[in-house]
């Protein structure tokens, strides 16, 4: 850092297409940090990681970066995303993925008690490969405001839970459910906004919502939803 307690996470960007396995078992407490906390000033990259805890930790992705997440997760299994604040994700604001094969997974993910606003798009658990994705994750008790869709999107076969968040002011659709996941999306609120733009300036205006939810799941997919409502008008 430069004494103010932000990181440059930009330098990360020579991490893509390569491991940080090295930085296992690692757990960054952002609640015992000095006054003003720790901030990093670009994006999160973790591949081929274990057992690794964030928490209490902002995160500001730089836009100029345009094809990066603000935190990407691939082929990584237990890791803790608790009460971070991400912003300005010019793709996803978090992202689970399995682009090294069936050989190593992603699992043991928990998203919980994060504030994510103004990234481009939501989260995706699961991706590139889904078929073969078989994990299990967790996100719960997160805040999403002022972002477009995927509240997450859950594309592969894996258990996944989506319980008690809020999203406030979206476009498009909420969820969208792939393959053959098993699904508990329970207790979740979606308050529609007043017509803001996105920080991109490229998706027109929020607060008129065309979709609700997008499945194309297969005949093994089991879905329980319970507890979940809309407030605002919808178009």
């Keep these: 850092t430069d004494g103010d307690g932000v990181a440059d996470g930009s330098?990360?960007?020579a991490l893509e297409?390569?491991?940080?396995?090295d930085y296992s078992h690692l757990t960054v407490a952002g609640q015992t940090a000095p006054a003003g906390g720790i901030t990093i000033k670009g994006h999160i990259y973790l591949d081929q990681v274990q057992n690794m805890i964030w928490r209490y930790v902002r995160v500001r992705h730089e836009v100029e970066f345009s094809k990066f997440d603000a935190i990407t997760i691939n082929n990584t299994r237990h890791v803790v995303l608790d009460h971070l604040s991400v912003s300005y994700g010019s793709d996803e604001g978090t992202s689970v993925s399995n682009n090294r094969g069936a050989h190593y997974p992603s699992d043991g993910i928990s998203i919980q008690y994060c504030l994510f606003a103004e990234n481009k798009t939501g989260h995706i658990l699961g991706a590139i490969n889904p078929v073969i994705m078989g994990g299990e994750?967790?996100?719960h008790n997160n805040f999403t405001a002022n972002t477009t869709h995927r509240f997450p999107n859950t594309a592969a076969d894996g258990r996944y839970e989506v319980i008690n968040n809020l999203v406030y002011n979206w476009k498009f659709r909420l969820l969208n459910v792939v393959n053959s996941p098993r699904l508990n999306h329970i207790n979740n609120h979606y308050k529609v906004g007043g017509a803001i733009r996105s920080h991109y300036g490229t998706t027109g205006e929020y607060g008129r919502?065309?979709?609700k939810m997008n499945l194309s799941v297969t005949s093994t997919a089991s879905i329980y939803t319970a507890g979940n409502y809309i407030t605002g008008f919808l178009t």
Excluded at 17 to 21: A, E, I, K, Q, W
């Design 137 to 139: 994750m967790s996100y």
């Design 209 to 211: 919502v065309l979709h």
């Design 11 to 13: 330098k990360m960007l």
């Design 17 to 21: 297409g390569s491991t940080t396995r």
